[in-house]
């Protein structure tokens, strides 16, 4: 059972990670609103 769960932690990083985000151009405006909203944490 651990092993599924490591995947899905792989995954949602590489979906929804810091990177993926600074990658395109509609994950760098993510970023930018997450970070006027004021929000400590910016991904997953």
Known sequence: ???LIKIKKVKRKRKHGFLSRQ???GGK???KRRRNKGRKILTV
């Open 29 to 31: 405006k993510v970023l």
């Open 23 to 25: 990658s395109s151009h």
């Open 1 to 3: 059972m651990e092993k």
